[in-house]
């Protein structure tokens, strides 16, 4: 059935309450392939307890609603639903253990047409459970591609932003896990597309595809280490387009060019030379 645009709009995403302990903590940052160095800053700031420190995309993760665009009453095809962009804003530096609350809404629903799909923008602000504090505020656009045509309003014309014309100041190689999915999924998001052979088959992928947000946590990793000296403070916004889909096994290039206190940056799958990442947009503190 065609989308219901008003009753997407009114959905009620209940809230989540999240604890999560050190050990959540490190196993967000394994499945990011912290700890390929065993020896390097990363590794022993955000997957060792002694000093352990929270990776800044963690923030994705937490207060996470699940996969509530499945529920039979939307009469939506998630499973050929995609993660089109995803930005976050952090208001302070993630505790690497506590109690959370997520609140999602969906904040606008757009129709690209019959053959395009539809676009979906949702909104999550993560609080403290004790104080109500805001920690940080993730925006999600998604992609149902089997789901256009319902005579909603078209997504506003929203160019591609140009790199500049320079070679990178910073180029960070990271190689994911032939297990990486795997992994990642233990942090929350169990959406089997990224596991199941069959699925992603009927979804039109030759295999299963790594999660978007593994994909932006990496690139996070490579901001990190490139232009933050691995200080979490310092990353205090990044938002991306996922251009196409990452498969574990691959070798994620993510190169990076510093303009008035921000970084852009885009990532590639080096073997195919495939842009995964563009829009790469990252404000960063002094």
């Not at 190689?173 to 199941?196: C, E, K, M, T």
């Not at 403070?233 to 996922?242: E, G, H």
């Not at 195919?272 to 790469?280: D, E, F, I």
């Amino acid at each position: 059935m065609p989308i219901d645009r008003e009753q997407l709009l009114n959905w009620n995403i209940p809230e989540v309450r999240h604890a999560y302990t050190e050990r959540d903590t490190m196993l967000y940052a394994l499945g990011l392939g912290v700890g390929d160095d065993p020896q390097s800053p990363q590794a022993l700031r955000f997957a060792f307890e002694r000093d352990l420190l929270a990776l800044p995309t963690m923030a994705v993760v937490l207060g996470y609603p699940g996969l509530w665009m499945r529920d039979p009453a939307l009469g939506l095809q998630w499973h050929r639903m995609l993660h089109g962009e995803q930005g976050m804003a952090l208001y302070r530096p993630l505790p690497t253990a506590g109690t959370v609350i997520g609140r999602t809404r969906v904040t606008e629903v757009y129709d690209r047409g019959p053959e395009k799909g539809a676009v979906v923008h949702t909104r999550r602000d993560v609080v403290d459970a004790a104080t109500d504090e805001l920690l940080c505020s993730l925006f999600a656009t998604s992609m149902l591609r089997a789901d256009g045509g319902f005579g909603g309003p078209p997504p506003p014309a929203r160019p591609g932003a140009a790199l500049p014309e320079r070679a990178p100041d910073c180029v960070r190689d990271l190689a994911i896990l032939p297990q990486a999915a795997f992994i990642y999924r233990l942090s929350g998001d169990y959406n089997p597309l990224h596991v199941d052979p069959q699925l992603a088959a009927d979804a039109g992928f030759q295999a299963p595809i790594l999660h978007g947000l593994c994909t932006f946590g990496m690139a996070g990793r490579a901001l990190l280490d490139a232009v933050c000296g691995n200080d979490p403070r310092r990353l205090q916004s990044m938002d991306v387009r996922f251009s196409t889909p990452v498969y574990p096994g691959e070798t994620l290039r993510t190169e990076i060019w510093i303009e008035q206190g921000a970084a852009v940056f885009r990532s590639t799958a080096l073997e195919r030379g495939a842009a995964v990442l563009t829009n790469g947009n990252a404000r960063l503190a002094a």
